[in-house]
T-cell receptor, first 113, second 116 residues
Framework: SQTIHQWPATLVQPVGSPLSLECTVE??????LYWYRQAAGRGLQLLFYSVGIGQISSEVPQNLSASRPQDRQFILSSKKLLLSDSGFYLC????????????FGPGTRLTVL | AQSVTQLGSRVSVSEGALVLLRCNYS??????LFWYVQYPNQGLQLLLK??????LVKGINGFEAEFKKSETSFHLTKPSAHMSDAAEYFC??????????????FGQGTRLTINP
């Protein structure tokens, strides 16, 4: 069966510090991968998605970036965090074989102070 | 382009009462529709999905939803609420992104509270 991992689970960072969040998927090959952000009391905002290694599509211009160095690894980064980057970050995967259901990881709670 | 509207950001029902969470969608192509549930500080869990087969879809935990094309709706129901149903519920519609990746467009969510 497929599983999706995210780490860290929680993170408290000062403004201006760098960020690296990691997501890995097990039990499937060539998944589509997604990064979402969920701000407090708000819905989900799609940040990035990827259909393959090195292929990243950005949905919202911001100071975040994403990379996919391996087939089942998806990384969300920032060089300098802003207060507005605080939120709950969710990674998700879907099959590249045409099915559309997305399966979500447990999330990372990021607080920028 | 796709969009989703969830009517009611907060819904409160008594334990044992009917749960009805409303979702209306807009899509220029035949949609795939989803309901997800999110418990506090957790990821989203798929409840059920509609993919153009039966219009009445049964999901986990006793939930079901009916696709009504004429009303562009996909409301979520459960006959009898349990305390464990207290959570945030999200309706989503699928779109198509670059290079074939399916993108989901989510509603703003409905927080369901169950009163004892």
């Amino acid at each position: 069966s497929q599983t999706i991992h995210q780490w860290p689970a929680t993170l408290v960072q000062p403004v201006g510090s760098p960020l690296s969040l990691e997501c890995t998927v097990e039990g499937t090959s060539n998944p589509n991968l997604y990064w979402y952000r969920q701000a407090a009391g708000r819905g989900l905002q799609l940040l990035f998605y990827s259909v393959g290694i090195g292929q990243i599509s950005s949905e919202v211009p911001q100071n975040l970036s994403a990379s996919r160095p391996q087939d089942r690894q998806f990384i969300l980064s920032s060089k300098k965090l802003l207060l507005s980057d605080s939120g709950f970050y969710l990674c998700a995967w879907s099959s590249s074989g045409g099915t559309d259901t997305q399966y979500f990881g447990p999330g990372t709670r990021l607080t920028v102070l | 382009a796709q969009s989703v509207t969830q009517l009611g950001s907060r819904v409160s029902v008594s334990e044992g009462a009917l749960v009805l969470l409303r979702c209306n969608y807009s899509s220029s192509v035949p949609p795939y529709l989803f309901w997800y549930v999110q418990y506090p500080n957790q990821g989203l869990q798929l409840l059920l999905k509609y993919t153009s087969a039966a219009t009445l879809v049964k999901g986990i935990n006793g939930f079901e939803a009916e696709f009504k094309k004429s009303e562009t709706s996909f409301h979520l129901t459960k006959p009898s609420a349990h305390m464990s149903d207290a959570a945030e519920y999200f309706c989503a519609v699928s779109g198509r992104g670059n290079q074939g990746a399916q993108k989901l467009v989510f509603g703003q969510g409905t927080r369901l509270t169950i009163n004892p």
